[in-house]
T-cell receptor
Framework: DQQVKQNSPSLSVQEGRISILNCDYT??????FLWYKKYPAEGPTFLIS?????DKNEDGRFTVFLNKSAKHLSLHIVPSQPGDSAVYFC??????????????FGSGTQLTVLP | GAGVSQSPSNKVTEKGKDVELRCDPI?????LYWYRQSLGQGLEFLIY????????KSGLPSDRFSAERTGGSVSTLTIQRTQQEDSAVYLC??????????FGDGTRLSIL
């Protein structure tokens, strides 16, 4: 019973173009969403997050969009760079603000940015 | 150090042996989490600590798994009588109150 799903195991994009990574969730209690990037043999690195009270959050080349009615979020990377090639994990959590929260992760999408 | 430190980075052991994995969180981070990633899978939550207490142990896969945290800092995850299905990368993360979790590079555990 996967509560967070990343249906695309892989994505290839040309350098300079937009990368769009998608994530769906089933648990309507989730109120906080994050994207992590992972290189081989390293731990996940936090990229960007969004609270359920927002529908968009932007940080440089990275933008996360949240559609609560569709239980869908996406990560946009523009322009894509070869160094962005990594596995991207979507994660979700719920709980009172400020408390420790366990994260529920998707299975990841391998992004390859071609030079 | 500046980040979450995990040791050992790799561990190979025989089925039936006990193993102990260590996590040293970022200084000042009150929350500490353990996850594992099996081959080709996403990260699976195991347990978290708020200070030294673990309010939620529901993610531990069996009673062979246990974890403790002392002094609000270092944590150890112990797996007794290891089985081949325990082979995975075990990841530790820590966070400040209300902040995103920061991960270590993990311990790659291989059970022969």
């Amino acid at each position: 019973d996967q509560q967070v799903k990343q249906n695309s195991p892989s994505l290839s994009v040309q350098e300079g173009r937009i990368s769009i990574l998608n994530c769906d969730y089933t648990n309507s209690m989730f109120d906080y969403f994050l994207w992590y990037k992972k290189y081989p043999a390293e731990g996940p690195t936090f990229l960007i997050s969004i609270s359920s009270i927002k529908d968009k959050n932007e940080d440089g080349r990275f933008t996360v969009f949240l559609n609560k009615s569709a239980k869908h979020l996406s990560l946009h990377i523009v322009p894509s760079q070869p160094g962005d090639s990594a596995v991207y994990f979507c994660a979700a959590s719920y709980g009172s603000s400020g408390s420790a929260r366990q994260l529920t992760f998707g299975s990841g999408t391998q992004l390859t940015v071609l030079p | 150090g500046a980040g979450v430190s995990q040791s050992p980075s790799n561990k190979v052991t025989e089925k039936g042996k006990d193993v102990e994995l260590r996590c040293d969180p970022i200084s000042g981070h009150t929350a500490l989490y353990w996850y594992r990633q099996s081959l080709g899978q996403g990260l699976e939550f195991l347990i978290y600590f708020q200070g030294n207490s673990a309010p939620d142990k529901s993610g531990l896969p069996s009673d062979r798994f246990s974890a403790e945290r002392t002094g609000g800092s270092v944590s150890t995850l112990t797996i007794q009588r290891t089985q081949q299905e325990d082979s995975a990368v075990y990841l530790c993360a820590s966070s400040r109150r209300g902040q995103p979790q920061h991960f270590g590079d993990g311990t790659r555990l291989s059970i022969l």
